[in-house]
Nanobody, 128 residues
Framework: QLQLVESGGGLVQPGGSLRLSCAAS????????IGWFRQAPGKEREGVSC???????YYADSVKGRFTISRDYAKNTVYLQMNSLKPEDTAVYYC??????????????????????WGQGTQVTVSS
């Protein structure tokens, strides 16, 4: 069974940090583009950060300088390190995989591109 599983969400105070993990089972992420998306209540899903299959990286302006996406090939996992968290970062975070995406940028990290696999999501709440 091919699936993605996110973990690492939780409740954190403003200014705190979390590291989200996106682990794949049933397939290897080596040649996949991976996207982190989030959806807050009452808002549309938005792309947060994406890494193409050849490791080109995109960050949304709202998280640039605070979030870092990375791959661990040995663990078949992609991470999203989130620092200096703000209340507006509160959302359900999803990871998704695309089998043949070598481009990077806003368009490729958005709802315009259909990703092949999605995780179930992990809640991130930033509140004091």
């Amino acid at each position: 069974q091919l699936q993605l599983v996110e973990s690492g969400g939780g409740l954190v105070q403003p200014g705190g940090s979390l590291r989200l993990s996106c682990a794949a089972s049933g397939f290897t992420l080596d040649y996949y583009a991976i996207g982190w998306f989030r959806q807050a209540p009452g808002k549309e899903r938005e792309g947060v950060s994406c890494i193409s299959s050849d490791n080109r990286i995109y960050y949304a302006d709202s998280v640039k300088g605070r979030f870092t996406i990375s791959r661990d090939y040995a663990k078949n996992t992609v991470y999203l390190q989130m620092n200096s968290l703000k209340p507006e970062d509160t959302a359900v975070y999803y990871c998704a995989a695309h089998s043949s995406l070598t481009a990077s940028g806003y368009y490729y990290c958005s709802a315009y591109v259909e990703y092949d696999y999605w995780g179930q999501g992990t809640q991130v709440t930033v509140s004091s």
